[in-house]
């Protein structure tokens, strides 16, 4: 389903469904912009990177997967531990490096993981959750199961050697892997527009002869209804798929990314990098926002009501100080 750049149509996809999705996205913003702040005062030792504005794609691919089927994430990966399941509590406590952390705290927010789960977990090395997926698509095809391997990157990853021997050996064996790409812009503070050679990434990937596409990453239905292609394409034996989500990070590349007057913490106002434009920002934030955009449809429709939608982001707040509270009150690891 394809769709300007700023707008959601619901299509075929069941009502309680998208509401659970509207929910989880309110779940991830929370959580994300609390952590930040959290972040900034000290309570989150090594800092995290918030994917805020982006939780259509996570939310999107995951709702898309089946039982077996694998994951691997970027640094950037709370949104998609969150999204493919992993309790806010216990991810939460791994960013504060508490025992009860998803990982026993040893991990923090750039090695989020539930390995038997099927999720591979975010790390910190450019380009590595396609390499990591690619192993799991391997292992599928040699298993002769009917599940695929989903490896995420940012724009950034796009430049980097293993993401494209990754992808080379997926097209030569035919393996059933989608690299999802989450073209942010900006890969830190740099524009992909000036480092990108060609300008085109589905245009990269369609050299190594994989189907490859582009999707408004704001777009949760659109994103859904890509991956379950990609997904049916891949089991069916049609190989692997590139897919390009085009979204934008409203906060800056890292907790650290800003400018921040210690003064106003306890009032939790936060600084904006300085290599964006604030027209450019406030135009993503204001139009093209993914729960702004899924709430709005779902009211026209008819699906929920306005106070709905406030009762919803008010739980997801309630949900997080829970999370926190879990983790504050949580012991040390001891090893």
């Not at 699906?303 to 739980?315: A, C, G, L, N, P």
Request: net charge negative; glycine share 14%.
């Amino acid at each position: 389903m394809k769709t300007e750049l700023g707008t959601v149509e619901l299509g075929d996809v069941d009502h309680k469904t998208l509401v659970d999705w509207l929910g989880r996205m309110m779940l991830i913003r929370n959580f994300e912009e609390t952590s930040e702040r959290l972040t900034a005062r000290g309570k989150i030792p090594g800092g995290m990177h918030p994917s805020i504005g982006q939780e259509a794609v996570a939310v999107g691919v995951v709702a898309a997967l089946e039982k077996g089927d694998v994951v691997a994430g970027t640094h950037r990966g709370d949104h998609l531990a969150l999204a493919w399941g992993l309790p806010a509590n216990g991810v939460m406590a791994e960013l504060f490096g508490k025992a009860t952390g998803v990982v026993g705290g040893s991990g923090g927010s750039m090695h989020l993981a539930d390995v038997p789960a099927g999720f591979y977990g975010s790390n910190g090395i450019v380009g590595a959750g396609v390499g990591l997926a690619l192993g799991g698509a391997l292992a599928a095809k040699l298993r002769n199961t009917p599940t695929i391997a989903v490896g995420f990157i940012g724009d950034g990853g796009l430049n980097t050697g293993r993401t494209w021997e990754s992808v080379n050996m997926a097209a030569a064996w035919n393996l059933p892997l989608v690299v999802v790409c989450e073209n942010n812009l900006y890969a830190v503070e740099t524009p992909i527009s000036s480092v990108m050679g060609g300008g085109d990434a589905r245009k990269r990937a369609e050299g190594f002869g994989m189907e490859s596409v582009s999707v408004d990453g704001q777009n949760v239905v659109e994103i859904f209804l890509t991956m379950k292609e990609a997904r049916q394409r891949a089991v069916s034996g049609g190989g692997p798929t590139f897919i390009e989500a085009r979204t934008y990070r409203f906060e800056g590349h890292g907790a650290s990314d800003r400018e921040i007057d210690p003064e106003l913490l306890d009032g939790l106002e936060v600084g904006r990098p300085t290599y964006r434009t604030d027209e450019e920002v406030t135009d993503w934030r204001s139009s093209k926002d993914p729960i702004d955009l899924l709430a709005t449809a779902l009211v026209a429709k008819g699906v929920i009501t306005k106070d709905d939608v406030s009762r919803m982001s008010s739980e997801a707040e309630a949900a997080v100080q829970r999370a926190v509270e879990f983790a504050e009150s949580s012991d040390w690891p001891t090893g």
